[in-house]
């Protein structure tokens, strides 16, 4: 493949990751469709034959708080991978961080499916996040002219 259509498909992969992380997780930043989305992710694990403890809606105002923090966290990445499709070249730490960032995050759902008996849909959340975070290191070790730092 050409170095520019590479380029291309790579600024293309990422402004679709950073829409598709504010979609997703934008459902995080209200009570209401926060419970929503739990309760499809328990419908979407019932019906693959998925086990693990179901997603129940927090009771702690704490609880509720940092989730609505962390949904918020993961909204401005995806803004900021926005951002960072747009000049590649200057922003590819970014890519590199946050493609990291998703290999650990499925690690930590990797051992809390095993060991701590969570939703196993989990699982699939997490080899998505494996799956992105691939993709975008595929594209930085094979486009010559992206340095990390």
Not at 100 to 105: D, K, N, S, Y
Not at 110 to 139: E, H, K, P, R, W
Request: charged share 10%; aromatic share 18%; proline share 1%.
């Amino acid at each position: 493949m050409e170095s520019h259509a590479k380029i291309k498909n790579f600024r293309q992969w990422v402004f679709w990751t950073g829409i598709s992380n504010i979609i997703a997780y934008g459902a995080l930043l209200c009570p209401i469709t926060f419970k929503e989305f739990l309760n499809t992710s328990n419908r979407l694990g019932h019906s693959l034959g998925l086990g693990g403890t179901v997603f129940a809606m927090p009771e702690n105002v704490n609880h509720v708080i940092m989730i609505n923090i962390l949904g918020l966290l993961v909204v401005f990445a995806g803004i900021c991978l926005i951002v960072a499709s747009f000049d590649i070249y200057k922003r590819t730490w970014f890519i590199f961080l946050e493609g990291l960032l998703r290999m650990i995050v499925f690690l930590f759902f990797f051992y809390y499916v095993l060991f701590s008996n969570a939703a196993q849909i989990l699982l699939l959340f997490g080899i998505i996040d494996l799956t992105i975070g691939i993709i975008y290191m595929y594209y930085i070790f094979t486009i010559k002219d992206l340095k990390i730092i």
